[in-house]
């Protein structure tokens, strides 16, 4: 099964946490946000591209 990675650019965060509230992989982490887990599989991608899509900073990449 296809494995994608997922990463956050902190420098351009703004803490938003409209990540958080779409997918369960996306934590607070103070003013930032934090990915439970960089490295995520084929079932997981949906929630996490839907994070990835919802950034206004567009500071989440999943590939
Ligand atoms: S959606 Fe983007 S700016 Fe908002 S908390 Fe998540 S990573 Fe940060």
Request: net charge positive.
């Amino acid at each position: 099964m296809r494995k994608y990675k997922v990463t956050i650019d902190k420098e351009a965060c703004i803490g938003c946490a409209a990540c958080t509230a779409l997918c369960d992989n996306f934590i607070m982490d103070g003013d930032k946000a934090k990915a439970k887990k960089m490295i995520i599989s084929e079932k997981e991608l949906a929630k996490n591209k839907a994070a990835e899509n919802s950034c206004p900073v567009n500071a989440i990449k999943v590939e």
